[in-house]
């Protein structure tokens, strides 16, 4: 079994990202919100041997306009429902981590990496808009945010979503993998000194832990964020495992690249493997003249071109083959596609692009690991929390450890 | 005039000493394949739904956190959804907070969930205070305990206004016309309450139930009447025929004020039980898994949650304390709701005093009997035979079936008991609806 040092993700929106792909004839708009819709599509992810696919979410309706798709499920619960009816694709929902609660997302994230056996990860999204914070009542959004004229506020936003991150990740670590103990002699069934308190203090929460729920298949789920600035490219350097930037073209990937590397680097963790996939927008068939004549089509139906933080690519799975080369060679380590209309994207990215990879030795030829972190290189972490049995150097064991009764006391 | 039903649901074992870890029966309580064998067995028996609990902190005593009882747990949301994908018809209902939630995002999470099981969506109102639970929130400890009801009042009446922002009708994706939406203000509400200030526009489209069924525990007055105003179903306590038939008649009694009719409110009392070939065998092996549930060391735990004190020093063999308890504010326990039971700890204490003497029990013992007494042991046709009983007698209208072993603590009632209460016919044979709303003979929502 041949595997590639190459990965695809699919971002998983609706009918698809283009605005009127609901009204192409393949397109389910009325099957939008039963399992069976989103069952299929990652069926068929799994059929390509994707790595991964991603599924978008938002706090409040998409749009305004009566025209486009309104209304969508909970994407952590689509992704729930999904995940025991799949053995291999990688699976990552979108949290809102703005007015949500870390504790909630973390066991969340937790379960869905036990209901799919060590294949979960989760993007996670900031929210700036003043609409979305008015679902929630709890806190007003800085004016600036929205024409972007308040800089501070906004790297506000992307420090409390590295803390919120933080917590995520302490929450995971706060039972060791040995906790559960079922000692029948002392009739304990947790050992107490291998569950954590957490006792994170940030400016906008603080959380104490342990979770609820014990550390996930994976130890760590797989933590990824889209990027397009700055800030995002800090969070990604700071906190990700796996960052999608939206390039132009290869030489704009390499440098998107560079920037995530610099900030990785600054946060200490230049030793760690980032991943960082571009994100393109496809419309796929097997002629260049079909595929541009679909996109004129939907085009048509919007009423003006549709444009994309990412870049758009019209045309054949051999020739996004190509780009995907290109910016592979340009130091990226996958791409994430958004499909223009599903399923007619997704299809020609799992029976087209992915047979022209794997032509050219460039994509596996079949799943090479059971969890998300192994098809994508990542070990299994070790617990932050846990002290090793035998240390390699005398008092080589974190200082500041803190176990339960400890605490306490 | 055809045979009053009964409803059953089937609780997930829980993390107290109810649940026996220990027993070589016992399998994991995280794994998902313990929760799909445990769902699977139960939609088998044509089971009205499962109900998982969930508490949002891990229970401390004596400032450590309690270890000898079943410890970890998953997210109820995410572990419904899976479970939809492994059954087709059984009720997913679970437990979540109104004061550690915000109405937007649990009311997107039930219509999600309903939707993603083709309405079988259930949700158990409860509420807290505690700031212990609140060192895990954005909001942490705050809200005093004679507003907890208001708060989740509000909080449940926001949601409704959510649920209800879409009629059911506004997804027409008119491919041709190009219209998604016949509706463009779809989903907009406004929310301006005490607790609540929140307005736009909600992003699930009506879910098949409208709603999610709606379930209610506690036995307090306040409790009662949250119930009779807004549930569907309300779990109790009470184990016996007679405080049963008093309950029942207590709580029907409200549904009238609320203009709310009789079998709109399903009362399902918690119910732990044991089978046994004979009745012999039966309560041979009653009084084993009573000794499981209730070892040494957690017959000390819960006379320091009754004592409200540290009595790590004492025998459980021995006698009980001799000193009463520290009465006030319980220090001893943290997360969990039972020690609110003991309103008046002294009286409880001369209550086991009481039987300790005219019994000659030891402290463990004491334990044994005041807390863990199975509600229904026998042979699987006199089980049958009671429980019908009780429903047939209004005492209530089925249970809420509490197993002491997972994943497999529900397989020999499905296999033995569920065939009785058929035959006698109690009991569907087969599943004449799809929704919970219609296991529940509940009449549909209006949109």
């Known amino acids: ?409 | 005039m055809p045979r009053k039903q009964i409803h059953l649901a089937a609780h997930f074992p829980g993390v107290n000493n109810t649940t026996v870890w220990s027993d070589p029966a016992a399998g994991s309580h995280i794994e998902f394949s313990s929760f799909a064998h445990f769902a699977r067995t139960a939609e088998r028996a044509k089971f009205d739904f499962l109900f998982l609990a969930e508490g949002l902190r891990l229970r401390e005593q004596n400032g450590l956190i309690y270890d000898l009882d079943v410890v970890g747990r998953p997210d109820t949301f995410t572990i419904l959804a899976a479970l939809a994908a492994v059954t087709d018809r059984l009720g997913l209902t679970g437990t979540i907070n109104s004061t550690f939630n915000e109405p937007y995002e649990v009311a997107r999470q039930f219509a999600s969930l309903d939707h993603l099981s083709a309405g079988r969506a259930g949700w158990n109102v409860v509420t807290s205070w505690d700031a212990f639970t609140g060192e895990n929130f954005r909001r942490g400890g705050f809200l005093p305990q004679e507003k907890r009801y208001d708060r989740a009042r509000e909080f449940l009446a926001a949601t409704r206004e959510l649920f209800d922002s879409w009629r059911g009708d506004e997804v027409v994706a008119d491919k041709e016309q190009g219209t998604f939406l016949a509706d463009p203000d779809a989903g907009r509400f406004g929310v301006h309450s005490e607790q609540f200030d929140i307005e736009g526009r909600f992003s699930v489209p009506r879910s098949p139930q409208g709603r999610p069924v709606i379930l209610q525990a506690g036995d307090s007055e306040e409790g009662r009447e949250f119930a009779a105003a807004d549930a569907d179903a309300i779990f109790t306590r009470h184990g016996t025929l007679e405080a049963g038939r008093v309950f029942y008649s207590d709580v029907k009694g409200r549904l009238a004020r609320y203009g709310r009719g009789h079998g709109e409110l399903k009362i399902m009392p918690a119910t732990t039980f044991v089978l046994g070939d004979t009745e012999a065998d039966a309560h041979e092996k009653a009084h084993l898994i009573r000794s499981q549930q209730v070892s040494g060391q957690t017959a000390i735990k819960f006379a320091e949650q009754l004592w409200n004190r540290d009595l790590s020093d004492r025998d459980p063999d021995g006698p009980l304390p001799e000193e009463d308890p520290v009465v006030g504010e319980n220090t001893i326990a943290k997360g969990r709701a039972s020690v609110r039971m003991y309103r008046d700890p002294v009286a409880i204490a001369n209550e086991w005093r009481a039987l300790a003497e005219a019994k000659k029990l030891s402290l463990r013992q004491v334990v044994i009997e005041t807390t863990s007494r199975q509600n229904f042991i026998g042979t699987p046709a006199t089980v049958a035979a009671t429980m019908d009983e009780f429903v047939q007698t209004d005492a209530c209208d089925g249970f809420v079936l509490v197993p002491h072993i997972t994943p497999g603590g529900l397989d020999d009632f499905a296999d033995t008991v569920v065939p009785l209460l058929q035959e006698r016919g109690s009991f569907r044979t087969e599943y004449t609806g799809t929704t919970l709303r219609e296991h529940l003979s509940l009449r549909p929502l209006r949109g």
């Open chain 1, 1 to 409: 079994m041949a595997t590639a040092d190459f990965h695809l993700a699919v971002a998983l929106d609706g009918t698809g990202w283009h605005p009127t792909s609901w009204r192409e004839p393949e397109a389910r708009p009325r099957d939008l919100f039963a399992a069976g819709y989103w069952a299929d599509l990652v069926a068929e992810a799994e059929r390509g041997l994707l790595d991964l696919v991603t599924i978008e979410d938002t706090l409040g309706l998409q749009s305004d306009d009566p025209r486009q798709v309104g209304g969508r499920l909970d994407a952590v619960l689509v992704a729930a429902r999904v995940a025991p009816l799949t053995r291999h694709v990688g699976i990552v929902p979108t949290q809102v981590v703005t007015h949500t609660e870390p504790f909630h997302a973390s066991k969340a994230i937790a379960t869905l990496d036990y209901v799919s056996t060590g294949r979960a990860g989760v993007r996670v999204r900031v929210s700036h808009c003043p609409d979305e914070a008015a679902l929630f009542g709890r806190r007003t959004v800085a004016a600036g945010l929205l024409d972007d004229t308040d800089p501070a506020a906004l790297a506000e936003l992307f420090d409390e979503a590295a803390d919120y991150v933080e917590v995520l990740r302490r929450l995971w670590d706060s039972w060791e993998d040995d906790a559960e103990i079922r000692d029948a002699a002392t009739g304990r069934f947790v050992d107490r000194e291998k569950l954590h308190y957490i006792d994170f203090h940030g400016a906008q929460f603080s959380v104490r832990g342990p979770s609820i729920t014990p550390r996930p298949p994976q130890g760590q789920p797989v933590v990824a964020a889209l990027a397009h600035r700055d800030v995002a490219f800090r969070l990604v350097g700071r906190s990700a495992d796996l960052g999608f930037v939206t390039p132009r073209d290869a030489a704009d990937a390499a440098d998107l690249l560079g920037t995530i590397r610099t900030e990785q680097e600054a946060a200490g963790r230049g030793g760690e493997t980032v991943h960082v996939f571009g994100d393109v927008v496809v419309f796929l068939d097997a002629s260049a003249a079909a595929a541009a004549e679909r996109k004129e089509r939907l085009d048509g139906l919007l009423g003006h071109e549709y444009r994309s933080d990412a870049h758009v690519f019209v045309g054949t799975p051999a020739e996004l083959a190509d780009l995907a080369l290109e910016w592979r060679a340009a130091g990226l380590s996958g791409l994430r596609l958004r499909p223009g209309a599903l399923p007619h994207d997704l299809e020609q990215i799992t029976r087209g692009l992915v047979p022209e990879l794997q032509r050219r030795g460039a994509f596996r030829t079949g799943y090479e690991a059971d969890t998300l972190r192994g098809l994508l290189g990542l070990s299994r972490p070790a617990n932050r929390y846990a002290v090793l049995e035998h240390p390699e150097t005398p008092g080589s064991a974190p200082a500041a450890r803190r176990t339960a009764s400890q605490h306490t006391h």
